[in-house]
């Protein structure tokens, strides 16, 4: 069960944290998976990391608020199976000291990278009599979080798009589901924690992990197997849904 034997897969952020569970896992289940990153280190790192287990792996760098760039990207790989668009960035802040530029910055790789990567691949999968996107949005969709308004904004958009193209491409044999995680323990929530409270590291992570009623943050390898599963020929029953993966977040903290 969830093999991804020749499925052709790209995945946007796949070099770090959730991003590179998902590349891990894919490959390992037979996939041919294309990375899109900007960072060519880690871009590099995952890659080499798959190849020597034995897995097929490439990168592409890539700016995904650049439609024609990803477009070109998109058009070279040829045949594309299964879309992840996963690449996002966070902000801290409200309505009220949220920052033109910020809030801008914060669409452009939200919402507009996700657009384009749809815009991007949709065709490819007409052309190819179907296929599976899945994006990520997260628990800032469904719930009130404090000083997360250019984020929460941007993951409401991620799933309407769901929704929206779910129902649009439907009788393309085009999959389109969303996964809505909590928080999880990646670099890049290490990264976020130490740029916006320096000195209080410790006291924040253990703040943020508690936040979930489960009592920690989840692991990127338990999104990843969310992912495989919503991916793979066993869930082809399954489209215009988000499913959440948070601990009891949004239900339990109610």
């Avoid at 045949?79 to 452009?108: S, Y």
């Avoid at 991007?120 to 899945?134: D, E, F, Q, R, Y």
Wanted: charged content about 15%; glycine content about 10%.
């Amino acid at each position: 069960m969830f093999t991804l034997n020749n499925k052709t897969v790209v995945i946007t952020g796949g070099g770090s944290g959730i991003g590179k569970a998902i590349s891990l896992l894919f490959a390992k289940q037979g996939a041919v998976v294309n990375i899109i990153e900007l960072n060519r280190e880690v871009a590099i790192d995952t890659v080499n990391e798959i190849v020597a287990e034995g897995g097929n792996a490439n990168y592409h760098l890539c700016d995904v608020s650049k439609q024609q760039d990803v477009v070109d990207i998109f058009q070279g790989i040829g045949k594309i199976d299964i879309l992840i668009n996963n690449a996002g960035i966070a902000h801290v802040g409200n309505a009220e000291n949220t920052t033109e530029t910020d809030f801008e910055r914060v669409m452009n790789v939200n919402v507009k990278g996700a657009y384009n990567c749809l815009y991007g691949v949709i065709p490819i999968m007409k052309a190819n009599k179907g296929g599976v996107i899945l994006n990520t949005a997260s628990i800032a969709a469904h719930v009130g979080l404090s000083d997360r308004f250019a984020y929460s904004t941007s993951k409401g958009a991620i799933h309407a798009m769901t929704l929206s193209v779910a129902r649009d491409f439907l009788s393309y044999n085009i999959r389109c589901n969303s996964i809505s995680p909590a928080r999880v323990h990646t670099p890049f929530v290490d990264g976020f924690i130490a740029k916006n409270y320096p000195g209080e590291e410790s006291i924040i992570f253990e703040k943020l992990s508690k936040s979930q009623p489960i009592g920690r943050m989840g692991k990127p390898s338990e999104i990843a197997a969310l992912a495989l599963y919503l991916c793979s020929d066993e869930a082809g029953f399954i489209t215009g849904t988000d499913y959440p993966i948070d601990g009891g977040f949004i239900t339990l903290n109610n």
